[in-house]
């Protein structure tokens, strides 16, 4: 159980700081990512702003240098080249040019539509231009020059980040410089595995450290636990012979004719086996706790072992005037004769106990798919579904002011032992009121 709960509060401590991890780091990656991608954007406007400012003042293009990674694509009219490449694939800049002139095309035969949209990405200037007429008067002439800083495409097996300016006249001209992405997506790759493996080497330590820290939290418990254990274990053994010989001597003076004090004799022979069955339930319980009970592995009958059960209480049922009903079905499950019949009898001993007097148990045994089963079903008052779970704790009472001898010991025993030979106890309600305690065990060789 300890156990258990150690990897439940390092698992808790991993999912609520790997949490926390994840969130920072996707931040963090987010935040870098962007300046990465800014820094090649201003690198773009500024490669560009140098294109034009060069085209405008030196008015000879082919003699402007950039860059390894930048291209250069002018269309004038229905004149279009590549004045400067950034590498030998002119097929992949001009498809890449071709796809950006549809975009910046489509955008600027919309701006009558005056959408505000459009002007996210887009820089619109307006200048004039002055020149001298035959009187030598000067008229002024509206230029209008559309840019578009920061387009992604991609073509053929590139990536480009490219800067578009439509400068209108005639003949119109369109000037594409062009970024190429690689190094950038590159860089950018690179990045995310650096975090990837940050996170996850971030994760493994967390769980490593909260697997540590929760056994260090839970190492003054585990250590309360065992003492308890042991104290338990020790009580017990010392217990075990007072109370035989309180027992020894009841039976001896049983046959003496005491008269009046029969009474006497007969309350000192009943607390003596109460306590004689406390004393055996808390010994298995210490045994269990400390993993030295001992549950063997064989086939067995479980119709033999409910008639067995059956016959070893059916005098104290008599006393209370129960009757038992046996539906006994043979099938072999894989457990130990002793120890289930130990938990049939405490099932049985439960049901005399808790059901009014008169009343019917049925005892059942039989196969369901791959497992054996033992029923217990008697017509008590049955236990509401708040405290089904509860009976199986030790010491647990579902009605302490009922009159009953019962230690509360006796279903956790049942679970005990059952568990140990790898099955499992379920409650549930019997149709026409009560309760039913079924026993589910490992299926043994076919009969």
């Known amino acids: 159980m300890l156990r258990r709960l150690r990897i439940k509060i390092a698992v808790l401590n991993v999912a609520v700081s790997g949490a926390i991890l994840l969130i920072m780091a996707f931040v963090a990656l987010g935040v870098t990512e962007g300046m990465i991608a800014g820094q090649y954007e201003r690198d773009l406007q500024q490669n560009a702003a140098t294109m034009l400012g060069a085209m405008q003042s030196a008015k000879a293009d082919?003699?402007?240098?950039?860059?390894?990674?930048?291209?250069v694509f002018i269309r004038e009219g229905n004149e279009a080249?590549?004045?400067?490449?950034?590498?030998g694939d002119h097929t992949a800049v001009a498809g890449a040019v071709a796809k950006v002139q549809s975009q910046v095309d489509a955008r600027v035969g919309r701006l009558e539509?005056?959408?505000p949209a459009l002007h996210?990405?887009?820089l619109v200037q307006r200048y004039f231009i002055a020149s001298a007429g035959r009187n030598h008067l000067y008229r002024f002439q509206q230029?209008?020059?559309?840019?578009?800083p920061n387009l992604l495409v991609e073509s053929g097996t590139k990536a480009y980040r490219v800067s578009a300016t439509t400068m209108a006249g005639e003949p119109a001209q369109q000037v594409f410089v062009l970024q190429d992405r690689m190094a950038e997506l590159a860089a950018v790759a690179s990045l995310r595995w650096l975090f990837a493996g940050c996170v996850a080497g971030g994760l493994a330590l967390t769980g490593?450290?909260?697997?540590?820290?929760?056994?260090?939290?839970?190492?003054?418990v585990e250590q309360s636990i065992q003492?308890?254990?042991a104290f338990v274990a020790a009580a017990s053994h010392e217990l075990r012979t007072p109370v035989a010989a309180i027992r020894a001597n009841a039976e001896v003076l049983g046959d003496a004719p005491l008269d009046d004090f029969m009474p006497y004799l007969n309350a000192i022979t009943r607390e003596g086996e109460r306590m004689s069955h406390l004393v055996s339930d808390l010994m298995d319980l210490?045994?269990?706790?400390?993993?030295?009970?001992?549950?063997?592995?064989e086939d067995i009958d479980v119709a033999e072992i409910a008639s067995r059960a059956a016959s070893l209480l059916k005098p104290l049922a008599e006393q209370r005037r129960h009757k038992f009903e046996l539906e006994l079905e043979s099938a072999i499950c894989r457990g130990d004769s002793d120890r289930l019949c130990q938990v049939l009898v405490i099932l049985l001993d439960n049901a005399i106990r808790y059901t009014p007097e008169a009343g019917a148990i049925l005892i059942s045994t039989g196969k369901e798919g791959q497992q054996v089963y033992l029923r217990v079903a008697d017509n008590g008052p049955g236990i509401p579904d708040t405290q089904k779970k509860q009976v199986f704790e030790r010491f647990y009472r579902v009605d302490k002011a009922r009159s009953t001898s019962g230690s509360g010991l006796g279903l956790s025993v049942a679970v005990q032992l059952t568990e140990q030979m790898h099955g499992t106890i379920k409650l549930t309600d019997a149709p026409g009121g009560g309760s039913v305690f079924h026993i589910f065990l490992r299926c043994g060789r076919q009969v």
């Not at 082919?62 to 291209?71: H, K, V």
């Not at 080249?81 to 590498?87: A, E, H, T, V």
Request: charged fraction near 25%.
């Open 143 to 148: 230029q209008v020059t559309y840019h578009f």
């Open 113 to 115: 539509t005056d959408d």
């Open 227 to 229: 003492q308890q254990r």
């Open 286 to 297: 210490a045994r269990t706790d400390a993993g030295e009970l001992q549950v063997r592995e």
């Open 62 to 71: 082919t003699n402007i240098q950039f860059a390894s990674q930048y291209s």
């Open 120 to 122: 996210d990405n887009m």
């Open 208 to 220: 490593l450290a909260s697997l540590y820290l929760s056994t260090r939290s839970i190492r003054p």
């Open 81 to 87: 080249r590549l004045i400067s490449g950034s590498d």
